[in-house]
């Protein structure tokens, strides 16, 4: 098939959402469909100093990149998507790919077969009469969530979606053969804890300061992050000699860190920021309710015992004692202890490691989850 995918993700950043959106569009033209990206031509955004987008992503050139001029002061995702639907409608697809409900809207004007995948709720006023219209028609072939707790949001709000929605959680690797773990410097042999995401609010920086203080025997890895939160989190956290802030590490790279590490660490809490548009730093919107953290695939995918906040959403994937550890959120002692339970079996940390990436390579991987979903939807039309 050929599949335009209509994305607002500023292409290159440092942003969940471009991750996900250029994954997706390697998995599913590895999958044999023709796959044509539209993303805004935002260049004050991008990320500095990268030629080759495909390269910083660590994805395969297996699908075309085209930049769409946008320069609307307000509306700018609205006035993207009309003009990202003009130029799809010219490729006549066999579907437009969305993360957006104005992307689904006009691509249902045009009579274009659409798919519309959500990762939270709808925002505003105009992108929920953007999904009343869509979700009614027939072009609007599937909406997919990333988790049941979305879903069933959805269905409350728009009960008559109930029969065109699926949840695909969010996926990752599997690692491919060759990557080889970073070398860290660690001559006292002490155990190795590695964080790897955003530094906003909510993502559980907090807890890892106090677990230094509880875990003097451990050296904590911090990975990712904003400029300016980057530079805050090394201010506030440079009294401690256990705490590395490695900072900012593209994409492709990402791996390298986490199979050097001993045990991985997702300490959100139970309000979590992310991502969102004009801040930079900081984070915003609260996604706890309903996430699907790309954060927690990799780890899987790199077969290391992981340590997870107890939240509802996170149960989805994650199962206690099988592979992975739940914990409480703001507990700090639940947090030391279960490190240092990793700490004392190795073997809990292989079984917890080996069933993770088991996960991933059957069931949590991009070229399954892009499969499943144009399954969902042959099987839809079936009935």
Same mark, same amino acid.
């Given at each position: 098939?050929?599949?335009?995918?209509?994305?607002?993700?500023? $292409? *290159?950043?440092?942003?969940a959402?471009?991750?996900? $959106?250029?994954?997706?569009?390697?998995?599913?033209?590895?999958?044999?469909?023709?796959?044509?990206?539209?993303?805004?031509? !935002?260049?004050?955004?991008?990320?500095?100093?990268?030629?080759? *987008?495909? @390269?910083?992503?660590?994805?395969?050139?297996?699908?075309?990149?085209?930049?769409?001029?946008?320069?609307?002061?307000?509306?700018?995702?609205?006035?993207?998507?009309?003009?990202? $639907?003009f %130029?799809? =409608?010219?490729? !006549?697809?066999?579907?437009?790919?969305?993360?957006?409900?104005?992307?689904?809207?006009?691509?249902?004007?045009? +009579?274009i077969?659409?798919?519309?995948?959500?990762?939270?709720?709808? +925002?505003n006023i105009?992108?929920?009469?953007?999904?009343?219209?869509?979700?009614?028609?027939?072009?609007?072939?599937?909406?997919?969530?990333?988790?049941?707790?979305?879903?069933?949001?959805?269905?409350?709000?728009?009960?008559?979606?109930e029969?065109?929605?699926?949840?695909?959680?969010? #996926?990752?690797?599997?690692?491919?053969?060759?990557?080889?773990?970073? @070398?860290?410097? +660690?001559?006292e042999?002490?155990?190795? $804890?590695?964080?790897?995401?955003?530094?906003?609010?909510?993502?559980?920086?907090?807890?890892?300061?106090?677990?230094?203080?509880?875990?003097?025997?451990?050296?904590?890895?911090?990975?990712?992050?904003?400029?300016?939160?980057?530079?805050?989190w090394?201010?506030?956290?440079?009294?401690?000699?256990? %705490?590395?802030?490695c900072?900012?590490? *593209?994409?492709?790279?990402?791996?390298?860190?986490?199979?050097?590490?001993?045990?991985?660490? #997702?300490?959100?809490?139970?309000?979590?920021?992310?991502?969102?548009?004009? !801040?930079?730093?900081?984070?915003?919107?609260?996604?706890? !309710?309903?996430?699907?953290?790309?954060?927690?695939?990799?780890?899987?995918?790199?077969? =290391?015992?992981i340590?997870?906040?107890?939240?509802?959403?996170?149960?989805?994937?994650?199962?206690?004692?099988?592979?992975?550890?739940?914990?409480? *959120?703001?507990?700090?002692?639940?947090?030391?202890?279960?490190?240092?339970?990793?700490?004392?079996?190795?073997?809990?940390?292989?079984?917890?490691?080996?069933?993770?990436? +088991?996960?991933?390579e =059957?069931?949590?991987?991009?070229?399954?989850?892009?499969?499943?979903?144009? %399954?969902?939807?042959?099987?839809?039309?079936n009935?």
């Amino acid at each position: 098939m050929k599949i335009v995918y209509i994305s607002y993700s500023i $292409v *290159p950043s440092r942003s969940a959402n471009s991750i996900h $959106v250029m994954q997706m569009c390697q998995a599913m033209a590895l999958n044999g469909h023709q796959v044509v990206l539209l993303v805004p031509d !935002k260049k004050s955004e991008w990320e500095k100093g990268i030629d080759d *987008p495909y @390269d910083f992503y660590g994805v395969k050139k297996c699908f075309e990149i085209k930049k769409v001029f946008c320069r609307s002061p307000k509306g700018k995702c609205l006035v993207f998507c009309m003009a990202a $639907v003009f %130029i799809a =409608k010219k490729m !006549k697809p066999d579907f437009v790919y969305t993360r957006h409900a104005a992307g689904s809207y006009f691509s249902s004007l045009f +009579n274009i077969s659409n798919i519309f995948e959500s990762h939270e709720p709808l +925002n505003n006023i105009l992108e929920r009469f953007f999904f009343r219209a869509t979700s009614r028609r027939r072009p609007m072939k599937r909406f997919i969530v990333v988790s049941e707790a979305l879903k069933k949001h959805y269905i409350e709000k728009y009960p008559w979606i109930e029969n065109r929605i699926s949840v695909f959680t969010d #996926a990752a690797g599997p690692i491919g053969a060759g990557v080889e773990p970073v @070398d860290i410097h +660690n001559p006292e042999k002490r155990f190795l $804890v590695g964080y790897a995401g955003h530094l906003y609010k909510g993502r559980g920086i907090e807890i890892i300061s106090r677990l230094a203080e509880l875990c003097p025997w451990a050296v904590f890895h911090i990975i990712g992050g904003m400029p300016d939160d980057i530079s805050h989190w090394q201010k506030r956290l440079s009294p401690f000699n256990n %705490i590395v802030i490695c900072g900012y590490v *593209p994409h492709k790279e990402i791996y390298r860190y986490l199979l050097s590490f001993d045990a991985l660490i #997702a300490p959100y809490q139970e309000q979590v920021s992310v991502y969102g548009g004009k !801040k930079k730093a900081g984070g915003s919107r609260d996604t706890a !309710k309903w996430m699907s953290p790309l954060k927690i695939f990799e780890y899987m995918a790199a077969g =290391k015992a992981i340590v997870a906040s107890d939240l509802p959403v996170l149960r989805e994937v994650l199962k206690h004692e099988f592979n992975a550890l739940f914990v409480s *959120p703001d507990n700090a002692d639940a947090w030391e202890k279960a490190l240092s339970r990793l700490k004392g079996f190795p073997e809990l940390r292989e079984q917890l490691g080996a069933q993770a990436r +088991n996960d991933i390579e =059957k069931k949590y991987n991009w070229r399954q989850r892009a499969k499943n979903i144009f %399954i969902s939807h042959e099987n839809s039309i079936n009935k």
